[in-house]
């Protein structure tokens, strides 16, 4: 019995084991496709997508046949369903990393709002330049350079810590100008209309 339970612990450790290189295995299979993906996008490279297909299909292949969990395969096939997507779309991804660079530039040449009459007019494009930066963000599917992002990031930082007293300032300014509207109607309803005019 003694032999028998050796015996068994033995196969486990070796399942384990065998596990954790399958695991490190396709990590570097599938790294090495996003590689190639990302080199293409990044730097123009042109990508073979025959090649690059029969590729995913052959690690997909030995995905199947290996010792991995069910739920391990799964999220294997799913980074391998994202390249796949990810190289059908390589145009509009490779547009979408020239436009969130363009995006970033062209705010990057905006001085920040610093007074409240820059409020209205910057605040409104700012918050249109993150519209227009969702939108890109969207298409590029998850592939946008890091320090792109890391820029992007930085750049809204940096505008809403500006915007923040401004947005302050001008609600103060909007109660003030509410009261006193409200003071006015008040007035010329109580026909004391030279009162009204000095408001």
């Known amino acids: 019995i003694k032999a028998e339970a050796y015996e068994q612990q033995l196969i486990?450790?070796?399942?384990?084991?065998?596990?954790?290189?399958?695991?490190?295995?396709?990590?570097?299979?599938?790294?090495?496709?996003?590689?190639?993906?990302?080199?293409?996008?990044?730097e123009n490279s042109d990508i073979n997508d025959t090649a690059f297909l029969s590729e995913l299909e052959n690690i997909s292949a030995q995905l199947k046949a290996s010792v991995l969990t069910s739920n391990q395969q799964l999220s294997f096939s799913a980074e391998i369903d994202r390249l796949t997507q990810q190289l059908g779309r390589l145009p509009e991804i490779a547009q979408s990393v020239t436009d969130a660079t363009h995006l970033v530039s062209k705010i990057a040449q905006i001085p920040l709002p610093s007074k409240a009459s820059d409020f209205d007019e910057r605040s409104i494009m700012f918050e249109e330049w993150v519209e227009q930066?969702?939108?890109?963000?969207?298409?590029?599917?998850?592939?946008?350079?890091?320090s792109i992002v890391t820029s992007y990031e930085q750049v809204v930082t940096q505008w809403r810590k500006a915007l923040k007293p401004l947005k302050r300032q001008h609600a103060q300014q909007l109660t003030w100008l509410r009261k006193k509207v409200a003071d006015?109607?008040?007035?010329?309803?109580?026909?004391?209309?030279?009162?009204?005019?000095?408001?």
């Open 12 to 42: 486990e450790e070796k399942l384990i084991a065998d596990k954790t290189a399958a695991v490190q295995q396709f990590d570097r299979l599938i790294n090495a496709q996003a590689h190639i993906l990302t080199s293409a996008i990044f």
């Open 133 to 146: 930066w969702s939108l890109v963000y969207k298409k590029a599917h998850g592939v946008l350079p890091e």
């Open 184 to 199: 006015v109607q008040r007035l010329i309803e109580a026909g004391k209309y030279n009162a009204a005019f000095g408001v």
